[in-house]
């Protein structure tokens, strides 16, 4: 994990690491649910020709601005037909724009997770103080609009700085989703302060499958169900499948029933972890309690 090593120490899952229940696979839900600070807009979208340099692309203004306005209403309905809990990174300028998306969130029984205060503020961009200033700002948006404090954070782009893992501990973070190094989680110790680490990971993801590769969106679910079936033929392995859509892409009518049928193919699976990063936290301190 990238972190200020001097300062901190990595203890990693123990070698019968299971997952909650005594499950060999995770899957997670994630959502996320971005938008950017006051003229800017996203780096990518869906017009192949991108405009000179200098020149704000309104058109990818819009195209994000479909997850607040339509798209998060239709996921919050699906999650709830499919009976599927959550994790919604939240940026902290929707909780302030529209804090009643991020109530409906929390009321749904979702995870809160943070993810910066927009999607153009990175921490590895910022000074250190510079970052300590967003955590803070962007935690209390989100508790203000929903009065959930998040106990997560991803970054956007899940990039963080040096320094970020530090920063996390010292405002009560209890885990950071910033790496992709691994499949199983671990614990970083800052002397008596600690920091779980629970990897992402983006092969069922629908912002670099459709709107980079240009596939069409059942090779979401082709991707996912290829795997999925393997890890369960594999009775040693030990692993996770995360499965992310944002509300400004796949929150469309086009995209967001690939996410339904993953989520029957779960359910009807059984014997699968299916919960939420804070229980996967919660899950790595016990099963390190008294080994490390």
Not at 148 to 176: C, D, H, K, M, Q
Not at 181 to 198: A, H, K, Q, T
């Amino acid at each position: 994990m990238i972190s200020d090593m001097q300062q901190s120490r990595e203890i990693l899952a123990p070698p019968d690491f299971l997952w909650p229940g005594s499950k060999n696979i995770a899957v997670t839900f994630m959502i996320a649910y971005e938008g950017w600070s006051a003229g800017k807009a996203p780096g990518i979208g869906p017009m192949g020709n991108p405009l000179p340099a200098g020149n704000l692309d309104t058109n990818a203004l819009s195209w994000g601005e479909y997850g607040a306005r339509r798209g998060i209403w239709r996921i919050l309905k699906m999650l709830s037909r499919a009976d599927v809990r959550a994790g919604v990174m939240v940026c902290g300028v929707l909780a302030e724009r529209f804090p009643d998306t991020v109530k409906a969130i929390a009321d749904g029984g979702h995870e809160i997770i943070a993810h910066s205060y927009a999607m153009d503020v990175l921490p590895v961009l910022l000074s250190e103080e510079q970052e300590r200033k967003n955590i803070a700002l962007t935690t209390e948006l989100i508790e203000k609009a929903c009065g959930v404090r998040p106990t997560g954070w991803i970054s956007p782009r899940g990039t963080p700085s040096l320094n970020s893992a530090r920063l996390l501990v010292e405002a009560g973070y209890t885990w950071l989703g910033d790496t992709l190094n691994d499949d199983l989680p671990s614990l970083l110790r800052f002397g008596d302060r600690e920091l779980v680490i629970v990897p992402f990971t983006m092969d069922v993801n629908d912002l670099p499958s459709s709107i980079r590769y240009g596939n069409a969106p059942g090779q979401m679910i082709d991707v996912f169900k290829s795997t999925f079936d393997y890890l369960r033929r594999q009775p040693d392995e030990v692993a996770k499948i995360d499965v992310t859509i944002h509300a400004h892409v796949f929150g469309r009518p086009s995209g967001i029933w690939t996410y339904e049928e993953i989520a029957k193919l779960v359910r009807s699976a059984g014997n699968v972890f299916s919960g939420t990063r804070e229980e996967i936290a919660q899950h790595l301190k016990s099963a390190l309690a008294g080994r490390a």
